[in-house]
């Protein structure tokens, strides 16, 4: 029962290198979300989708694109990092809009950018 | 502007004894609040929640409770036990409070 899986679990990257963090889960959920974790700020949201194909902007979304083409995968792509990524990043998915619902997440991505 | 914060960076108390978490909200259209749970290396997991039309919710050692005059809850652990030691966060409408680190003492 895998729930939520990320990839990779770490990475360092240079200051201007591009990269992708995919997120898959298989519980058949509708709704995905990325978040990102830094010291004294708690979960902060960057995107989420409410389903294939869909995507929107959450709290914290500059400097990154995201990507739904299949249910089950949700793409989070830094197109030319800065130190100010460096953070620990989270994939979670629900069922319904997570407003009532509970969230599951992954284990998570350590980026560093030096 | 933090719409919902844990002022609480940190919280210590001896195994067997009460701990107590508290979260604090400004958006009174928040009507739904959930508690995840952090261990080192690993993501949040789902702990306990409540609905803004309850003031209190119980699930075995933990207990939520919601006052929304003061727009403020509190997670309740009872007994605490070594293996509660984590970090905690409060959670409305997908915004995440900065969490409080517990930690639970033999």
């Known amino acids: 029962n895998a729930g939520v899986t990320q990839t990779p679990k770490f990475r360092v990257l240079k200051t201007g290198q591009s990269m992708t963090l995919l997120c898959a889960q298989d519980m058949n959920h509708e709704y995905m979300y990325w978040y990102r974790q830094d010291p004294g700020m708690g979960l902060r949201l960057i995107h989420y989708s409410v389903g294939e194909g869909t995507t929107a902007k959450g709290e914290v979304p500059d400097g990154y694109n995201v990507s739904r083409l299949k249910k089950q995968n949700f793409l989070l792509g830094l197109e030319s990092a800065a130190p100010s990524q460096t953070s620990v990043y989270f994939c979670a998915s629900s069922y319904e809009g997570a407003i009532r619902n509970i969230q599951y997440f992954g284990a998570g991505t350590r980026l560093s950018v030096l | 502007d933090q719409q919902v914060k844990q002022n609480s960076p940190s919280l210590s108390v001896q195994e067997g004894r009460i701990s107590i978490l508290n979260c604090d909200y400004t958006?009174?259209?928040?009507?739904?609040f959930l508690w995840y749970k952090k261990y080192p290396a690993e993501g949040p997991t789902f702990l306990i929640s409540?609905?803004?039309?309850?003031d209190k919710n119980e699930d075995g050692r933990f207990t939520v409770f919601l006052n929304k005059s003061a727009k403020h809850l509190s997670l309740h652990i009872v007994p605490s036990q070594p293996g509660d030691s984590a970090v905690y966060f409060c959670?409305?409408?997908?915004?995440f409070g900065q969490g409080t680190e517990l930690s639970v003492k033999p």
């Open positions: 409540i609905s803004s039309i309850k």
């Open positions: 959670a409305a409408h997908n915004i």
């Open positions: 958006n009174s259209m928040f009507d739904y």
